[in-house]
C-alpha cells in the first residue's frame, strides 16, 4: 500500500534533494519492531469477536452485549482518548507513550481473560480501547522522523500492513490457542506477547530528532506552537465540504466492515457450523488474503488514477463497494461455511479500498501543519460513527429477532446491514461531484 498520513507531502517534493538523503540509522529494524506493535493492536481487538462463541457460552452474553462491548462502549473511549493522547505525543516523548499504551492495552487483555461476569469483561475491555487509542499516532510520527521524504510512504505502507496481519494471527493464533486450552487462556497469553513488546519498544527504539531529516531534505520548516490551532483545525475539517463527505461515506463504510467483522466468527460457527480449528486456519486466510490483499492493491489503484483525475479518490471506493454488494449478499446466504468463506473473500477484498482514499485525501486537503490533526479528526469519524454503530446495531437486531429466527438471527441482521452500503456509495459519489467541481475551479 503506497499512501499514508505522509505520502501526499512526500509525493510532491523535489526529489533530487530528498533521495540523497537516507533513513535514519536503525530505521528498518524501528519499522519492524513498530509494526509487529501495531499487529498486537489489532491482534488484541480482535479476540473478543474471534472467541464469541465460547465467551457467550460460558458467561451468558447476548448478541446485543457482545455488540455494545466491542462496538459503542469501545469506540467511545477509543475514539474520544487518541485526540488527546496525540497533543500529548507531539509534546512528549513517542516512544515513551507507544510503550506505556501498548503496555496498557496488553495488560488490560489479560484482564478479559480474567474476567467473571459481563460487567468485568466490559471494564477490561474499556480499558483496552484506552490503551490502543495511543497505538497508531505515535507510531506515524515516530516513523516519519526515521524515514526522509520520498520514502515516507513505502515505510507507512508497509506499517499499514499491520491491521489485516492482527486480525488473521488473531484468527489464527486465538482459535488455535483456544481449542486447545481455553478462550481466557488466549487473551492470557497473547496479552503477555504485548507487554513483552511494549518493553522492546521501550528498550529499542530511540526516539528520533523532529523534523531532523525533513531539514536535512532541504524541505521548508513547518508553522509551529499556535500557528494552527486546535479550534481553527477542527473548524477547518467540518466545514471544508470534501473533508466532511470523505469522513461520512468512510464511517458508512466501517458501519458494514465493523459490523459484520465483529459477528463473523460467531456466525460462521454457530449458523455455519465452524469450528474454532477450521475458524483458525480457513478464516484466518480469507482474511489475509482478501484483506491484505485489497489495502496493498487499492493503494496501487488509488497511485495511479489521482493522477489524471482527483475523483479517483471517491470513485474507487464507490466502485469497490458496489462490486462487494452481491458477493456479501451471497456470503450471508450460502448454506455451508466452506461456501460462504468463498463468496466471503469478494468483500473483504473490496471493503478496504476506501482506506487509502479518505487517509490519503485529507491529508492532501488540509495545510501540513494541520495534518496530524485533520488525521485524527478523520479517524474520529469513521471509528466514532463506524465502530459505535456497526457491532451495536448487528447484536441489537440479532437479540430483537432471536425469539422468532432461533437459528439465523445472525443471519437476518447480516442481511439488515446491506442497506447502508448503498448509503456508503451514494456519499462516495457525492465527494466525487464535489471534488470534480474543485478541479473545476482549479
Known amino acids: 500500500m503506497a499512501h499514508s498520513p505522509h505520502a501526499p507531502a512526500a509525493a510532491g517534493l523535489d526529489e533530487s534533494p530528498a533521495a540523497a538523503v537516507k533513513p535514519a540509522a536503525g530505521a ?13 493492536n489489532f491482534l488484541d481487538r480482535q479476540l473478543l469477536s474471534i472467541l464469541a462463541k465460547p465467551i457467550q457460552d460460558e458467561l451468558g452474553v447476548t448478541d446485543g452485549q457482545l455488540g455494545l462491548i466491542s462496538g459503542l462502549y469501545f469506540a467511545l473511549f477509543y475514539c474520544l482518548i487518541s485526540i488527546p493522547v496525540g497533543w500529548l505525543a507531539d509534546r512528549t516523548n513517542r516512544v515513551r507513550v507507544l510503550a506505556a499504551a501498548c503496555g496498557l492495552w496488553s495488560a488490560a487483555t489479560m484482564a478479559c481473560g480474567l474476567s467473571a461476569n459481563y460487567p468485568q469483561l466490559v471494564l477490561a475491555r474499556m480499558t483496552v480501547g484506552v490503551g490502543e487509542a495511543g497505538g497508531g499516532p505515535p ?12 520514502r515516507r510512504g513505502t515505510a507507512l505502507g508497509l506499517f499499514n500492513l ?32 504485548g507487554l513483552v513488546a511494549a518493553l522492546v519498544v521501550l528498550l529499542g ?37 470534501a473533508l466532511l463527505l470523505v469522513a461520512l461515506a ?42 491484505g490483499g485489497g489495502i496493498f492493491v487499492s493503494g496501487r489503484v488509488i497511485d495511479r488514477f ?15 463497494l458496489s462490486l462487494a454488494i452481491l458477493p456479501y449478499l451471497a456470503f450471508v446466504w450460502a ?7 468463498a463468496f466471503l473473500l469478494g468483500p473483504t477484498f473490496l471493503n478496504y479500498f476506501y482506506l487509502s482514499s479518505a487517509v490519503a485525501l485529507v491529508q492532501e486537503e488540509v495545510a501540513p501543519e494541520q495534518r496530524v490533526l485533520s488525521g485524527a479528526l478523520l479517524l474520529l469519524v469513521m471509528n466514532l ?58
Open 385 to 442: 460513527v463506524g465502530m459505535g454503530v456497526g457491532p451495536t446495531f448487528v447484536g441489537a437486531v440479532s437479540d430483537l429477532l432471536r425469539p422468532d429466527h432461533p437459528d439465523n438471527s445472525l443471519q437476518l441482521a447480516f442481511y439488515a446491514l446491506a442497506p447502508v452500503y448503498l448509503v456508503a456509495v451514494a456519499l462516495f459519489l457525492a465527494l466525487a461531484r464535489v471534488l470534480k467541481r474543485e478541479e473545476a475551479r482549479a
Open 205 to 241: 527504539v530511540r526516539e528520533p530528532e523532529r523534523g531532523g531529516l525533513d531539514r536535512a531534505a532541504g524541505v521548508p520548516p513547518k508553522s509551529t506552537g499556535g500557528q494552527a490551532g486546535f479550534w481553527p483545525t477542527v473548524r477547518n475539517f467540518f466545514s471544508t465540504p
Open 162 to 193: 499491520g491491521p489485516p496481519i492482527g486480525q488473521a494471527m488473531g484468527v489464527a493464533f486465538g482459535a488455535a490457542i483456544a481449542a486447545a486450552y481455553s478462550w481466557r487462556m488466549a487473551f492470557i497469553i497473547l496479552g503477555a506477547v
Open 250 to 291: 468512510s464511517a458508512a463504510t466501517q458501519i458494514v466492515t465493523y459490523g459484520a467483522g465483529n459477528f463473523t466468527t460467531l456466525f460462521l460457527m454457530r449458523e455455519k457450523g465452524m469450528t474454532l480449528q477450521d475458524v483458525s486456519l480457513w478464516y484466518a486466510l480469507v482474511v489475509a488474503v482478501g484483506m
Open 139 to 150: 507510531s506515524y510520527a515516530i516513523i516519519t522522523d526515521y524515514f526522509p521524504p520520498g
Open 28 to 40: 528498518w529494524p524501528v519499522l519492524a519492531i513498530l509494526c509487529f506493535v501495531y499487529v498486537l
Open 335 to 341: 448454506p455451508s461455511w466452506p461456501l460462504a468463506l
Open 306 to 320: 489521482t493522477r489524471k483525475a482527483k475523483t479517483a479518490y471517491a470513485l474507487a471506493p464507490a466502485i469497490s
